[in-house]
């Protein structure tokens, strides 16, 4: 089972929509620029230029590097960031840099949306998955989401009875669970992290992350992220003897805006 939470609404999607909701709900008058960095393909990047554009607000971005080719062509999320008014500035982002007159009317954003304020919407996608279970009697049933910041896989398993399950697509494990710790000082909330069949180094190019990928379109049609998903399926699929997959729902957390770059890579190197 999937539970398709890439079709939430056309540009607020996905597990940032649910991480950065209460901003969506928030009176933000007072609030003039969205401060916030990352990666140039950052689906958060792309959901907080939607959250500024609708706000009319500013939002200033750094980030470290953007290839030459992005900068005369863009595309994907940054493209589509970029025609919401994002203003980039290459370079590393530091806390202690902003102004401090400013902070009043600053709203400053943790890279990948690791803030606890993203409790607040990713409670309302746990209790969307707790009416299905309830109206379907899928009691035993459990949940897998692969993490990056693990903010999404730590709020749903503090609001779900249910054994939630991920694995570390970002960092190893030890770095998951540190992620866990910034949020939520009671372990018992924790999420079980999986055991990875091999280390991947986030966003390089793996043939079996194309396959599975390419293999998830043919078999059911749906179209997965890139970068999660495909170390998610075969994360899964390596702990079926110990989790059934007929008794997983699988979150599908949006992301797909960012495969543009990734299948021109992807082409580029196996076809
Ligand atoms: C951001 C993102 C993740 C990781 O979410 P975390 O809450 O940071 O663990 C996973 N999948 C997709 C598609 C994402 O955009």
Avoid at 173 to 186: C, I, M, N, T
Wanted: proline fraction near 2%; hydrophobic fraction near 35%; charge should be negative.
């Amino acid at each position: 089972m999937i539970k398709r939470d890439d079709l939430l609404h056309q540009d607020f999607n996905g597990n940032k929509a649910r991480k950065f909701y209460h901003f969506l709900e928030t009176d933000l008058s007072k609030i003039d620029t969205i401060v916030s960095y990352g990666s140039n393909q950052s689906n958060a990047m792309y959901s907080l230029s939607v959250l500024a554009k609708l706000n009319n607000i500013n939002f200033i971005y750094y980030t470290n590097h953007i290839p030459s080719f992005l900068i005369k062509e863009p595309i994907g999320n940054y493209k589509e960031a970029l025609e919401n008014g994002m203003q980039v500035i290459v370079g590393e982002y530091d806390k202690y840099n902003i102004d401090i007159q400013n902070l009043k009317t600053t709203l400053l954003i943790q890279e990948g949306g690791a803030i606890q304020e993203a409790s607040f919407g990713i409670k309302l996608l746990a209790d969307e998955i707790a009416t299905y279970i309830e109206e379907n009697h899928l009691d035993n049933i459990k949940i897998f989401l692969p993490s990056g910041t693990g903010t999404t896989a730590l709020y749903l398993q503090k609001y779900l009875k249910n054994e939630v399950l991920t694995c570390a697509c970002v960092g190893g494990d030890d770095y998951l669970k540190k992620q866990f710790l910034e949020l939520e000082s009671d372990e018992d909330n924790y999420p079980t992290i999986l055991k990875k069949e091999k280390k991947f180094h986030f966003g390089k190019l793996y043939r079996s992350n194309y396959d599975i990928w390419l293999e998830l379109i043919k078999e059911i049609n749906i179209e997965f992220d890139m970068l999660y998903d495909p170390i998610g399926w075969q994360t899964l699929f390596y702990n079926q003897d110990k989790y059934d997959l007929n008794n997983i729902l699988y979150v599908h957390q949006g992301g797909v805006k960012g495969n543009i770059t990734m299948i021109q890579r992807y082409e580029r190197k196996f076809k």
